[in-house]
């Protein structure tokens, strides 16, 4: 299995909304934007939330790509933001401490 970091850089996804996911992702509180998106109650640790995130847009980047009426770009982005953040913290949680 890939680990975390090789799956978020194998993804392909449109630059503009990567572009908007990324100025978001300046903005990401994890208290707030994860309970919006995963539901209310205990919150995964970063690596967790992690995979449950690239699980819920996947379905939605196929949505995107198969041009689905129920496809909806404001989740989506909010989705990218997430990810964004949520691997940030994985990533300084693996970082050797100075």
């Excluded at 980047?61 to 990218?80: F, I, P």
Aim: net charge positive.
């Amino acid at each position: 299995m890939h680990d975390l970091t090789t799956m978020l850089s194998t993804l392909r996804r449109p630059r503009l909304l990567v572009r908007a996911a990324r100025m978001g992702a300046q903005e990401y509180n994890r208290d707030r934007h994860l309970q919006r998106i995963l539901g209310y109650g205990a919150l995964p640790r970063p690596g967790a939330a992690l995979m449950q995130l690239m699980e819920l847009e996947r379905g939605l980047d196929e949505q995107r790509q198969s041009d689905d009426a129920a496809y909806s770009l404001v989740r989506h982005l909010d989705l990218l933001i997430a990810m964004m953040g949520e691997a940030q913290l994985v990533k300084s949680s693996r970082a050797p401490a100075v």
